[in-house]
């Protein structure tokens, strides 16, 4: 059986210096939701009293901040209505974490203003999508993660077939390659994913030079245009699987 090699994710240029601020009491919760935000290559910074939230803002800027209702030293949403009213901060996208159908605490942090409301039992793709709608130009529907993986190219260059560098989502993929096709170029690709091979149809919809895209690297993004629906769950649930490699459920 083919072995999948992880890659630690490099930071994107565009989320260099941001990050996500947490704000909570219980540091389990803290961490398990702060290594989830990291799997999603945001970084995180977490802090457990009103103090620590107004003395971190006031000299770096979070892109969300993410508050449980759980301070012991103030009420968690007078702090984020006060925080709300600073003309800085106002325009910060606020969520809160609540228990799962506490339908009253929902709407009282809507009153607060909050932005979104989620428990923990919330998944990691609708977890992926808030985040990503809250403070990306162009948010991203599904997760992506960067790996290792054997991948057989067919193209007008000819077919090739090794472990190449890629981004991979179930709808698609950036391959890292020293001599990208063209834009719209339709290519043919067979990924081996932990031995099950997955035969796919894909277009080019970028195609960038070592000194460009995402990793200043080489390589072309391919958005996935014939692929079985077995085969897209298969890598739905091999990402969902990475992301939560070694996270304790809580």
């Given at each position: 059986m083919?072995?999948?090699?992880?890659?630690?994710?490099?930071?994107?240029?565009?989320?260099?210096?941001?990050?996500?601020?947490?704000?909570?009491?219980?540091?389990?919760?803290?961490?398990?939701?702060?290594?989830?935000?990291?799997?999603?290559?945001?970084?995180?910074?977490?802090?457990?009293t009103?103090?620590?939230?107004?003395?971190?803002?006031?000299?770096?800027?979070?892109?969300?901040?993410?508050?449980?209702?759980?301070?012991?030293?103030?009420?968690?949403?007078k702090?984020?209505?006060?925080?709300?009213?600073?003309?800085?901060?106002?325009?910060?996208?606020?969520f809160?974490?609540?228990?799962?159908?506490?339908?009253?605490?929902?709407?009282?942090?809507?009153?607060?203003?909050?932005?979104?409301?989620?428990?923990?039992?919330?998944?990691?793709?609708?977890?992926?999508?808030?985040?990503?709608?809250?403070?990306?130009?162009?948010?991203?529907?599904?997760?992506?993660?960067?790996?290792?993986?054997?991948?057989?190219?067919?193209?007008?260059?000819?077919?090739?077939?090794?472990?190449?560098?890629?981004?991979?989502?179930?709808?698609?993929?950036?391959?890292?390659?020293?001599?990208?096709?063209?834009?719209?170029?339709?290519?043919?690709?067979?990924?081996?994913?932990?031995?099950?091979?997955?035969?796919?149809?894909?277009?080019?919809?970028?195609?960038?030079?070592?000194?460009?895209?995402?990793?200043?690297?080489?390589?072309?993004?391919?958005?996935?245009?014939?692929?079985?629906?077995?085969?897209?769950?298969?890598?739905?649930?091999?990402?969902?699987?990475?992301?939560?490699?070694?996270?304790?459920?809580v």
């Amino acid at each position: 059986m083919t072995q999948v090699k992880k890659v630690t994710a490099m930071k994107k240029s565009n989320r260099k210096g941001r990050f996500i601020l947490l704000v909570g009491s219980d540091h389990k919760k803290l961490s398990y939701l702060s290594v989830l935000l990291k799997r999603f290559e945001y970084q995180t910074y977490m802090v457990k009293t009103a103090g620590e939230v107004i003395e971190l803002v006031a000299s770096a800027m979070p892109s969300l901040i993410i508050m449980f209702l759980d301070l012991k030293d103030i009420d968690s949403l007078k702090l984020m209505q006060g925080l709300k009213k600073k003309p800085d901060i106002a325009g910060i996208p606020f969520f809160t974490l609540i228990e799962e159908g506490d339908a009253a605490a929902e709407k009282r942090c809507f009153l607060y203003g909050a932005t979104e409301c989620f428990s923990l039992s919330i998944s990691p793709d609708q977890l992926f999508q808030l985040v990503q709608r809250a403070v990306e130009e162009t948010p991203r529907s599904h997760i992506r993660i960067r790996m290792l993986l054997p991948v057989r190219l067919t193209s007008s260059l000819g077919e090739t077939y090794r472990t190449c560098m890629l981004d991979l989502s179930e709808r698609g993929m950036f391959l890292a390659c020293e001599n990208p096709s063209a834009v719209n170029t339709r290519i043919s690709l067979l990924i081996n994913l932990n031995g099950r091979l997955i035969p796919v149809e894909a277009l080019v919809h970028a195609a960038s030079s070592n000194d460009e895209g995402p990793y200043l690297q080489a390589g072309m993004g391919l958005e996935f245009v014939k692929i079985k629906a077995e085969d897209q769950d298969a890598i739905h649930q091999f990402i969902l699987d990475d992301i939560m490699r070694g996270i304790d459920p809580v």
